[in-house]
């Protein structure tokens, strides 16, 4: 077996998921190879990786993204079946071996997906700042806790850049888990959930250029169902998808601010609507992290994401706009076939 972790420049975070990584590691009755697949090139990175000793291997990529890392990572090793997490999680010490006892148990699975739950920070947490990281039910195969049969991956393609460009721009760690996913279901088998295969994430605190950064990444939800036309959720559900469908109404409508009358009127509501509705799913997350905090808080920490909310909604909003045109005019190119 196999642990591939890519990882950018934060040697600190790393060193304390490998050790999680090795617990989980040595409760295995065979080796496990860990792989740490160095795509930012920094010094501590290796030294962090060389001084575990061999139960360590250290490779560096092409600095092309994560998913690119983690294919490097895959074809370093032989193993029959291979485990990614990422450089800040923290692995449950059954973590391995819970994931192979399920895969023993449906030999016709590809893989399986196992729960990531938060972790609070040592340290105080910026509740308006707050990032989390959750996945209780499935269906996200996020690569923070997925579990792949080797021959799997190798008949889906392994991870691949949802657009055909693949312009620097777009080397993103968004959708590439999901993608993998779907094509794994479709190339090899189902793709099993299991919560009792558990790892940890931590709530970051995030500054408002990385908030925004991640909004932008809604351009390739076009893409993905391009790709995937089932997967992301019909108009018919709209709570499956309200944030992004209220971002979404909050871009079309905010023109409208510059006019008056009624349409500046329809802005202003679209928009609020997009901020209430965003600022209820962080509160969401936040409750599901176990972050308790006193009513007087939560407001006071409402009113101070408002602004950014207001522009991720925007931002967001505008991006998944951009991305539906630009895949249907053929300005944005879109992946053909299962493997590159």
């Known amino acids: 077996m196999a642990v591939v972790i890519p990882t950018r420049n934060r ?38 990786a060389e001084a575990l000793g061999g139960g360590v291997r250290y490779l560096r990529s092409s600095g092309a993204g994560p998913g690119a890392a983690r294919n490097a990572g895959v074809a370093a090793s032989s193993a029959p079946v291979v ?20 895969l023993d148990a449906e030999p016709a699975a590809a893989a399986v997906e196992g729960a990531v739950l938060p972790s609070l920070p040592e340290s105080p947490l910026d509740a308006a700042r707050a990032r989390v990281v959750d996945n209780r039910s499935g269906g996200a195969f996020l690569t923070a806790n997925l579990v792949v049969r080797r021959a799997a991956f190798d008949a889906a393609g392994g991870f691949l850049p949802l657009r055909a460009d693949a312009a620097p721009r777009w080397n993103v760690p968004f959708r590439e888990d999901t ?6 279901e479709r190339a090899a088998g189902p793709v099993v ?13 995030v500054d408002l ?12 939800d076009a893409a993905l169902q391009r790709l995937h036309p089932q997967a992301l959720p019909p108009l018919r559900r709209p709570l499956a998808r309200a944030r992004i469908r209220t971002a979404v109404l909050a871009a079309l409508a ?8 009624r349409a500046r009127a329809v802005a202003a509501g679209a928009l ?69």
């Not at 923290?90 to 973590?95: G, K, N, Q, T, V």
């Not at 994401?305 to 505008?318: E, F």
């Open 11 to 48: 040697p600190q975070r790393l060193a304390r998921s490998l050790e999680r990584v090795l617990a989980a590691a040595a409760q295995v009755g065979g080796a496990v190879e860990v792989v740490v697949v160095d795509d930012g090139g920094d010094g501590g990175t290796r030294a962090v």
């Open 83 to 102: 485990a990614f997490t990422d450089d800040d999680t923290e692995a449950d010490p059954a973590w391995l071996v819970r994931a192979l006892a399920r």
């Open 179 to 184: 993608d993998l996913g779907l094509r794994l």
């Open 193 to 205: 959930f299991d919560p009792e295969v558990v790892v940890r994430h931590p709530v970051d605190e």
């Open 209 to 220: 250029r990385g908030y925004l950064r991640t909004a932008r990444y809604f351009e390739l």
């Open 254 to 261: 905010a023109p409208g601010a510059l006019r008056a009358g």
């Open 272 to 340: 609020a609507l997009a901020v209430g509705v965003q600022q209820a799913q962080v509160e969401r997350d936040l409750a599901r992290a176990g972050l308790r905090r006193p009513r007087a808080q939560v407001v006071s920490d409402i009113v101070r994401r408002t602004p950014r909310c207001a522009a991720w909604a925007l931002v967001a909003g505008a991006s998944r706009v951009a991305g539906v045109a630009g895949v249907r005019a053929g300005r944005i190119p879109v992946r053909t076939g299962e493997a590159a």
